[in-house]
T-cell receptor, first 111, second 117 residues
Framework: EDQVTQSPEALRLQEGESSSLNCSYT??????LFWYRQDPGKGPEFLFT???AGEEKEKERLKATLTKKESFLHITAPKPEDSATYLC????????????FGSGTRLSIRP | DTEVTQTPKHLVMGMTNKKSLKCEQH?????MYWYKQKAKKPPELMFV???????INESVPSRFSPECPNSSLLNLHLHALQPEDSALYLC????????????????FGPGTRLTVL
C-alpha cells in the first residue's frame, strides 16, 4: 500500500536556526513527489515537484531533495514568516490523478 | 494567472439547507478536484473531474453532489449535511491527469470554511 510519513510532527526553531523536515514514502513506482506549504485556514501553496532520486530544487530559504525512499525539506536561516504546516505528497505511476498526502510538519519559528 | 478562486470563503448552513460551493480557474487546466480537510489533518480527496467528466468519486455520500459546467468551473452542491461535514473544502486544478505528462502539480484554492449546525 502506498504510504507517506512525515517527521517530526511539530518543530519549533529559533529564527536563523536551520533544520530539515523529513518525508518517507513507499509507493509502487514514483511519478512525482510534491511539497506544499499551508497556513492556518488557507489552501496549500505549491512549493516543489521532484521526479527522480538525486533531484534538488530551491526557493529562497527552502531546498528540497529526493532519494529513492525519502525527501527532505531543508530550511536555511528561517524567519518567523516561514511558520506554517509543510505537507509532502506523492503520486504513484499507477495513479493518473490521486496524490497521497503525509500528515504534515507544523513548523514554528520564534523571533 | 496562476490562481484558483473559491466562493464563498465562509458558509454556515443548517442540516436542511441546500447550498453550493464554487470554484474557478483560468489556467487552462483540464483536471479539477474537490478535497475535504479537517483541522490538523491532510486534505482528503473527494472527487476528480477530467475534461469536464467525473473521473473519481472516493465513495463520497450522496449529500455531496459535484458538477463541472465547463473547463473553468467546478461546483459542489450540498444538501442535508451533518455536523460532522463541517470542514475546510478545497478545490484544486492541474494541467491534466498524469498520463505521461510531467505537469502533475495540483494548485489549490483558498478553501471554503463550512460549518453545519
Amino acid at each position: 500500500e502506498d504510504q507517506v510519513t512525515q517527521s517530526p510532527e511539530a518543530l519549533r526553531l529559533q529564527e536563523g536556526e536551520s533544520s530539515s523536515l523529513n518525508c518517507s514514502y513507499t509507493v509502487s513506482g514514483l511519478r512525482g513527489l510534491f511539497w506544499y506549504r499551508q497556513d492556518p485556514g488557507k489552501g496549500p501553496e505549491f512549493l516543489f515537484t521532484l521526479y527522480s532520486a538525486g533531484e534538488e530544487k530551491e526557493k529562497e530559504r527552502l531546498k528540497a531533495t529526493l532519494t529513492k525512499k525519502e525527501s527532505f525539506l531543508h530550511i536555511t536561516a528561517p524567519k518567523p514568516e516561514d511558520s506554517a504546516t509543510y505537507l509532502c505528497a506523492v503520486q504513484a505511476r499507477s495513479s493518473a490523478s490521486k496524490i497521497i498526502f503525509g500528515s504534515g510538519t507544523r513548523l514554528s519559528i520564534r523571533p | 494567472d496562476t490562481e484558483v478562486t473559491q466562493t464563498p470563503k465562509h458558509l454556515v448552513m443548517g442540516m436542511t439547507n441546500k447550498k453550493s460551493l464554487k470554484c474557478e480557474q483560468h489556467m487552462g487546466h483540464r483536471a479539477m478536484y474537490w478535497y475535504k480537510q479537517k483541522a490538523k489533518k491532510p486534505p482528503e480527496l473527494m472527487f476528480v473531474y477530467s475534461y469536464e467528466k467525473l473521473s473519481i468519486n472516493e465513495s463520497v455520500p450522496s449529500r455531496f453532489s459535484p458538477e463541472c459546467p465547463n473547463s473553468s468551473l467546478l461546483n459542489l452542491h450540498l444538501h442535508a449535511l451533518q455536523p460532522e461535514d463541517s470542514a475546510l473544502y478545497l478545490c484544486a486544478s492541474s494541467h491534466q491527469l498524469a498520463g505521461g505528462s510531467s505537469y502533475n502539480e495540483q494548485f489549490f484554492g483558498p478553501g471554503t470554511r463550512l460549518t453545519v449546525l
